[in-house]
C-alpha cells in the first residue's frame, strides 16, 4: 500500500492528476480517512471535477469534526475547507436546507441527479445550470421545483418540519457575487 502512495504523490508532483486521483480512489477502497479524502479532492478540484470536489471536501470536514482522536488534523482541515468554500462559492453551485424547527427523520434531497442527506444549514455542492431539486421524506415527495443556478449560486430551500406532515416553504436563489 505504501508504495501506491508513493506513485500517487510522484503522479500528482508530476501534474499526473487522472493517474494520481485513480491510485488514491484504489487506496481509499481499502482505508479512506481525512488526508487521503483531502488529497483525493484537490486532485479532483484540479481536474475540474467541482462537484465531486467539493462533496469529498466536506465529508473530509464532517470526518474531522466527529473524530477528534484524529492526529493530522490541519492541513487537511485547511485544504477541505478552502474547496469547500471554492467549488461553493467561485465556480459551483450549491443546495441548503433550512429549517424552522428540527429536520423531520428521513428527510433527503434529491439534486443534480444525486441523492442527498438532508443536514440542517450545511451547502450541498451541485453543479450549475438547469438543476432538479425534490425534498422527501420518508419516501414520499414533499415538493419539487427547477432552477437554473449560476456559478457560485446558492438555493435555499426552507422545511418545516413542525407539523404533522413536513412542508417545504420558500424557495430562494441567493445569487453569486457576479451582476446578471
Same mark, same amino acid.
Given at each position: 500500500m505504501e @508504495? %501506491?502512495?508513493?506513485? !500517487?504523490? +510522484?503522479?500528482?508532483? &508530476?501534474?499526473?492528476?487522472?493517474r494520481a486521483?485513480? &491510485?488514491a480512489e484504489r487506496i481509499g477502497r481499502t482505508? !479512506?480517512?481525512?488526508? %487521503?479524502?483531502?488529497f483525493i479532492a484537490r486532485?479532483?478540484? %484540479? +481536474?475540474?471535477? %467541482?462537484v465531486e470536489a467539493g462533496?469529498?471536501?466536506? +465529508?473530509c470536514v464532517q470526518e474531522l469534526e466527529a473524530d477528534a482522536a484524529l492526529r493530522?488534523?490541519?492541513?487537511?482541515?485547511? @485544504?477541505?475547507?478552502r474547496i469547500v468554500r471554492e467549488t461553493r462559492n467561485d465556480r459551483g453551485a450549491s443546495v441548503v436546507v433550512r429549517g424552522t424547527a428540527a429536520l423531520p427523520r428521513g428527510l433527503r434531497v434529491f439534486a443534480a441527479g444525486v441523492w442527498r442527506d438532508a443536514s440542517l444549514n450545511e451547502?450541498?455542492? @451541485?453543479?450549475?445550470?438547469?438543476?432538479?431539486v425534490a425534498a422527501f421524506v420518508q419516501g414520499a415527495l414533499c415538493c419539487r421545483r427547477d432552477v437554473n443556478l449560476a456559478p457560485g449560486d446558492q438555493l435555499e430551500l426552507e422545511v418545516d418540519g413542525s407539523?404533522?406532515?413536513?412542508?417545504?416553504?420558500?424557495?430562494?436563489?441567493v445569487l453569486s457575487n457576479d451582476a446578471r
Open positions: @508504495t %501506491l502512495a508513493q506513485e !500517487m504523490r +510522484l503522479a500528482s508532483n &508530476l501534474g499526473d492528476h487522472c486521483l485513480r &491510485l482505508r !479512506m480517512g481525512p488526508p %487521503l479524502r483531502a486532485e479532483q478540484q %484540479l +481536474l475540474g471535477l %467541482l462533496r469529498n471536501a466536506a +465529508l493530522v488534523r490541519a492541513e487537511p482541515r485547511e @485544504t477541505c475547507q451547502a450541498s455542492p @451541485t453543479p450549475p445550470g438547469a438543476v432538479s407539523g404533522g406532515r413536513p412542508a417545504c416553504g420558500r424557495w430562494r436563489i
